[in-house]
Structure formats: C-alpha cells, structure tokens
C-alpha cells in the first residue's frame, strides 16, 4: 500500500515514511492510494474477532513494512482489557429501541482519542528503535489531544513530549490529569496566554526549519495517517457488535471537530462496511453543518469561534476535511490544490454545492447543530429514561443522531468522552456530579510536574533545547 498527497505531489510513500510525517511536502495531507475493498466472505470472517486480532487485521491491509509478527505484537499490546477496562474495548451500551452509543472512552484519559494514540505511542517506539533515531513531539492542546498524546508517549523510549496549553484554561481535572504525570519524558508547558498562542508558537517553532531538524521536532496532530487508521477499526467492531449478519446496514452518529473520527468512517464505508449514513454532529461551531447542508465550506474567523460547553469540537476549520473533499471531487488533485490552496487562503471560503447532492447520496453523510440548551437537555433525558450519564460532546451526537433514525437501521452514537471531563456542565444539567472511575480519586492532590512559560516562541525553544542533552 502507497500513500500519496490530496495536493497530487508525485511522491508516493509507505506507511512508516509518512508515520513520523504531518503534511506531505506539497501542503496536502496523505492518502492511501485506493481503499483496500472488504467483501461479504471477509467481514464473516473477521465477525466475532478480539478488537486486537481485529486491528491487526484492519491495519495489515495498510501497512507493508512492519512484519506481520510485529504488527500483531504490537495490536496486542496496545488493545488490551487493562488499559481499555473491558475485553470488547469499545461495548455497545443500548438506549431507546434502535439506539446506542459506541463507548470509546474507557482508556488512559477518558476520551476517544485515546484510541489511536495509543496504538501511535507503540508505533513510534517500533519505528524509532528500528531506525536507532530519536523524536520531541511539540504540541498545543486545550484539553484531550494533549492528555491522550502524554499518557500514549510516557515512558515510550525514543520519544520526548513538550505540550504547551493555556495556563489555568484547561478544566480542573484536565490540568490534573496532564500535570500529575512524573515520567522524566513528558513536559508541559503552561503558556502565559489562551490557546491560539499555544498554536503559535508550535507553528514558529516548526517553521524554523534549522531548530526542528537539529532537535527532531514533530507533531501529534489529528492529520496523522495512523490515527485515522487506527480510528477505522472501532467502526468495524461497534458494526459487528449491532449486527447478527453480513448484509445489515447501520448508521453512525459522531460528534465532529477537526472531521477526523468521521474520516475514520468514511474510509470504513469506502472499504465497504455496511454503512447507511455517517451523521455528523456539530455544536455552535457549525462549519461542517452548513457545508452539509449547503456545500458551501466557510471557515471562522476568532471573533466568530465560539467558547461552547463541548470545547473539544470548537473549530474553525476542520483539519481532516480536505480528506474528504479530494473523494468528493472524484480525487483530482489540482482541484484540491486550488480549492485549499488558493481560494481558501483567498477568499475563506469554496463553494461545492454542486458535488453537495453527491456527499449525501453517494457517501452517506448527513449532517446537525446542537447548542448548549440542546446538550443540556440531551444529558439529561438521557440520565432521566435510562440512568445513563453522557458527556457534553456525546450529548450533541445523540442529539443530531436522533433527528436522523431510520427505522430497522441501527444507529450508533459514538462516545468520544467521560462527563467526569466535562463536570460543570453535567452539575448545571443534572445538579449532581458525575460519578468518577476509581482510578482518579483525588488526582487534583498530586504533586504536579508543570513550568509556567510566557508566549514567546524563543522562551519555549529554550526550553527544549535545555531538555534535550
Ligand atoms: C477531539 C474530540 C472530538 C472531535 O473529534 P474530531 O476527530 O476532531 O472530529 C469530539 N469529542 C471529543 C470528546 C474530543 O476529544
């Protein structure tokens, strides 16, 4: 299997060239060259395997240069019940007839992401030990991506992580869980300033193309290949939990930032799952919903970014979109290049309301906006008729995903966080706390492993520089 660029750079890559990699060099972002197709014969067979043996199965057919033996290995040390908490990994947990969610938020820090990251912790220490090499992962997190990068990379060897938040801006227990962590690899830095400023100064850092490659700079970030790929194998595995046979359609309902959990189920459908519709759920932020709606794609502005209750889905711009705007548009890699490259840059906005018809009939997606009241009242419906308590990001799934039920089809939701993440806001909707996994009891009392930094680039390569010896 050969990756190319969605901006049609003539280079083709394998898998653990483009692993370490963010962006091809053209700007685009990596794709496999064609879906790998899974018929009837083959979704039989894989019915009923461990999440694991499953995963393994899923990424071989994306991956040729890692050994079979070592891919396996590598499956199984990663998808286990004690770091996921239970043997299904991601269970099915039912609500009203033909509805569920997908828990996905069982691991290390309690949100989805952890279930790529994970897998890309034990891929970088297999690849940088078979290259005898050395990585410094820099990042900017407001919350999840950052938690879920330091609990995957800790104690990795090889790797060192540097992530940059706002200080004092992430929730409590967030903060907690980031800067408790004492392993001698992993280093926050808390920015005197608001989360933009954290992407900065990964962004100067990364442009000064001296100082990343003298200290091996890369990056985490959603766009990564193997994190969408990982992501691939939980669509497979909550199918097979919500059907009996080959055959059956399902729909999924995901609540949506940065597109890529969804991108994850568009290649499950393009590889042929039985996927009916892939719901995409957006809160205020609603830049996906409208181009859904209308195919016309307009990014925001800061001013008009909003600060919502479910903050892992508060974007501007989704940074996987262009993934699937290249199959949209029959995968013509110069149209690619001019919509994001030229007329976005340009104008903030493209218009494909003539492929819109097309995102809906030919690859399944329908699309919603949830607000605060909406969320609110979602979560607590939800812990009033089935005494099940969902987070504020979930809430807005569920709440799209009910508009969409089609009758005999089931429909997924997919869990992408705990409420204990999110606490205030389950107080405001329930008036009670969230119930919290034994595992964190008293986190907010640990010694915390954390240095205050202003939001100046220079001070943050300093930094760096003086912990890489
Ligand atoms: C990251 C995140 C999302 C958004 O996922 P995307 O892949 O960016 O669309 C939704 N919910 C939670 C809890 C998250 O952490």
């Known amino acids: 299997m050969l990756y190319l660029s969605t901006r049609g ?134 919350g999840d991506t950052g938690s879920a990068a330091e609990y995957a990379m800790r104690g990795k060897k090889g790797v060192r992580v540097f992530m940059t938040s706002p200080n004092g801006r992430m929730s409590p227990f967030q903060q907690a869980q980031m800067f408790s962590l004492q392993d001698a690899n992993i280093h ?20 000064d193309l001296e100082f990343k490659r003298r200290y091996r700079i890369g990056t985490v970030n959603s766009i990564n290949w193997a994190r969408l790929v990982a992501q691939v194998v939980y669509y497979f595995a909550g199918y097979f939990q919500a059907t009996t046979a080959e055959g059956q359609k399902v ?4 609540p949506s930032g940065n597109f890529g959990n969804i991108c994850a189920g ?50 501007s711009k989704a940074s996987n979109f262009e993934r699937f705007v290249f199959d949209l548009v029959g995968r013509d890699a110069a149209r690619v290049r001019y919509l994001f490259g030229e007329e976005l840059p340009a104008k903030g906005r493209f218009d494909l309301s003539h492929e819109a018809l097309a995102a809906r009939e030919q690859y399944g997606f329908v699309s919603g906006r949830s607000t605060h009241a909406d969320r609110l009242a979602t979560i607590r419906d939800t812990w009033q008729r089935f005494g099940t308590m969902i987070d504020t990001h979930t ?38 706390e969230p119930d919290r996994p034994a595992r964190f009891t008293g986190i907010e009392d640990l ?15 300093q930094f760096i520089a003086a912990h890489c010896a």
């Open 9 to 142: 750079h003539p280079d083709r890559k394998h898998f653990c060239e483009i692993l370490l990699e963010g962006l091809a060099p053209d700007g685009g972002l990596y794709l496999p060259e064609t879906y790998p197709k899974v018929d009837a014969a083959t979704l039989a067979r894989w019915r009923g395997l461990p999440y694991a043996e499953l995963a393994f199965e899923i990424l071989s057919l994306y991956i040729d240069d890692i050994p079979a033996p070592d891919l396996r290995a590598i499956c199984r040390k990663t998808y286990t019940e004690e770091v996921f908490g239970t043997r299904a990994i991601v269970p099915l947990k039912p609500l009203e007839e033909g509805v569920c969610l997908e828990a996905l938020s069982n691991g290390p820090t309690l949100a989805f992401k952890d279930m790529a990251m994970q897998l890309l912790g034990n891929l970088f220490e297999y690849e940088l030990g078979r290259r005898g090499e050395q990585l410094n992962i820099l990042g900017a997190t407001s």
């Open 188 to 207: 926050n830095l808390a920015v005197e300033g608001v989360f933009d400023d954290c992407q900065d100064i990964v962004k100067a850092v990364s442009n």
């Open 251 to 254: 729909c999924f309902a995901v």
């Open 266 to 315: 568009h290649v499950a459908r393009m590889m042929g799952l039985p996927v009916e519709r892939l719901v995409l759920a957006t809160n205020e932020n609603d830049v996906l919903d409208e181009f859904f709606r209308t195919g016309v794609y307009r990014v925001r502005g800061s001013q008009d970014t909003y600060e919502t209750s479910s903050p892992s889905m508060d974007i």
């Open 395 to 432: 809430a807005d799934g569920l709440k799209v995903a009910r508009a969409h039920v089609q009758a005999g089809t089931p429909m997924i939701v997919l869990e992408t966080a705990l409420p204990i993440k999110f606490a205030a806001t389950i107080v405001e909707a329930l008036g009670r």
């Open 447 to 461: 010694p915390r492993r954390v240095t205050v930094l202003p939001a100046d680039a220079a001070r943050v390569k």
